[in-house]
């Protein structure tokens, strides 16, 4: 079992940059073992992968990205990270953790552990 907790979001404007963290409390598994993701889901669209990472698997990234964010995790913290620079109104959404065992993918079917959240808010 893991529980999630997102910080980090915040409101700045189009190109500026955000740092969210994702602190995990993992029990019965081994952190370093799961597949770890980052997701957002905007006001009326569906919840989409954003990038996802895993300690035996390279970081991937959304085409909506576009070399913009960058996803990494510090395994002895248990923490994971999502570096977000020249932000783009359309970024604008909630940004959610998760976690999943077994495969890495940017699904949100896929992964079965979610954090609650951090707003992320890109003005022009």
């Known amino acids: 079992q893991v529980q999630l907790v997102e910080s980090g979001g915040g409101s700045v404007q189009s190109g500026g940059s955000l740092k969210l963290s994702c602190v995990a409390s993992?029990?019965?598994?081994?952190?370093?073992?799961?597949?770890m993701g980052w997701f957002r889901q905007a006001p009326g669209k569906e919840r989409e992968g954003v990038a996802h990472?895993?300690?035996?698997?390279?970081?991937r990234y959304a085409d909506f990205v576009k070399g913009r964010f960058t996803i990494s995790q510090d395994v002895a913290k248990k923490t994971l990270y999502l570096q977000m620079n020249s932000l783009k109104p359309e970024d604008t959404a909630m940004y959610y953790c998760?976690?999943?065992?077994?495969?890495?993918?940017?699904?949100?079917?896929?992964?079965?552990?979610w954090g609650l959240g951090t707003q992320v808010t890109v003005s022009s």
């Open positions: 998760a976690a999943r065992t077994n495969y890495c993918t940017n699904n949100v079917q896929d992964f079965t552990s």
């Open positions: 993992v029990s019965g598994y081994t952190y370093s073992r799961y597949c």
């Open positions: 990472i895993s300690s035996v698997r390279s970081a």
